[in-house]
């Protein structure tokens, strides 16, 4: 079945500092990927869609300059989050579709970050 | 705005017993849903869909409902087992987002 990998399972940084997760699609080629982030105990949070090659689409209240999405190839998208603050710790998620027609969305381990 | 809900934020069954997962939702745009599991500090892993054109869709130990006049799904896990203690979402597409509900924290018990 798809398998997506993502990197690094588990981040710690200091505040004002710059964090990359990536995000893979294994075994077939992710035209649209969606990052999503879980506060504890709560919903997983959809943040973007992106598709390769275009800009990310961000949902409302999402800050698309903090939060810099980049989908350059069909195998990779990564989620930078810049200049974090405590309270963007949390776990981010990235899911990838390859748009068959198929619904299911296969999903990473999850990156937990803390930013102390 | 929470589109999907699940208002059973934990429930606890016995091992051997039915698990019965509720969920809610608003949008009638909705046309695709799916039940997640997930443990902690772990991506969710599909169980188990249903088109809206259906009204039950069963594989094993699991089985969806869908109630489209009510606006209400269901997953049935019978019989649970130990190893189906897990956060349990469910999620529903609309206009290319899933979108996920708040989750309810199964227990099962021996």
């Known amino acids: 079945g798809a398998v997506v990998s993502q990197h690094p399972s588990r981040v710690i940084c200091k505040s004002g500092t710059s964090v990359k997760i990536e995000c893979r699609s294994l075994?077939?080629?992710?035209?649209?990927m969606f990052w999503y982030r879980q506060f504890p105990k709560q919903s997983l949070m959809l943040m973007a869609t992106?598709?390769?090659?275009?800009?990310?689409?961000?949902e409302q209240g999402v800050e698309k300059d903090k939060f810099l999405i980049n989908h350059a190839s069909l195998t990779l998208s990564t989620l930078t989050v810049t200049s974090a603050h405590p309270e963007d710790s949390s776990f981010y998620i990235c899911?990838?579709?390859?748009?068959?027609?198929?619904?299911?969305?296969?999903f990473g381990a999850g990156s937990r970050l803390t930013v102390l | 705005d929470q589109q999907v809900k699940q208002n059973s934020p934990s429930l606890s069954v016995q091992e051997g017993r039915i698990s019965i997962l509720n969920c809610d939702y608003t949008?009638?745009?909705?046309?695709?849903f799916l039940w997640y599991k997930k443990y902690p500090a772990e991506g969710p892993t599909f169980l188990i869909s249903?088109?809206?054109?259906?009204d039950k869709n069963e594989d094993g130990r699991f089985t969806v409902f869908l109630n489209k006049s009510a606006k209400h799904l269901s997953l049935h896990i019978v019989p649970s087992q130990p190893g189906d203690s897990a956060v349990y979402f469910c999620?529903?597409?609309?206009?290319?987002?899933?979108?996920f509900g708040t989750g309810t924290r199964l227990q099962v018990f021996p």
């Open positions: 992106s598709n390769e090659g275009s800009k990310a689409t961000y």
């Open positions: 949008n009638s745009m909705f046309d695709y």
């Open positions: 249903i088109s809206s054109i259906k």
């Open positions: 899911s990838a579709t390859d748009r068959s027609g198929a619904n299911v969305l296969t």
């Open positions: 999620a529903a597409w609309v206009t290319d987002k899933l979108i």
């Open positions: 075994d077939f080629q992710a035209t649209t």
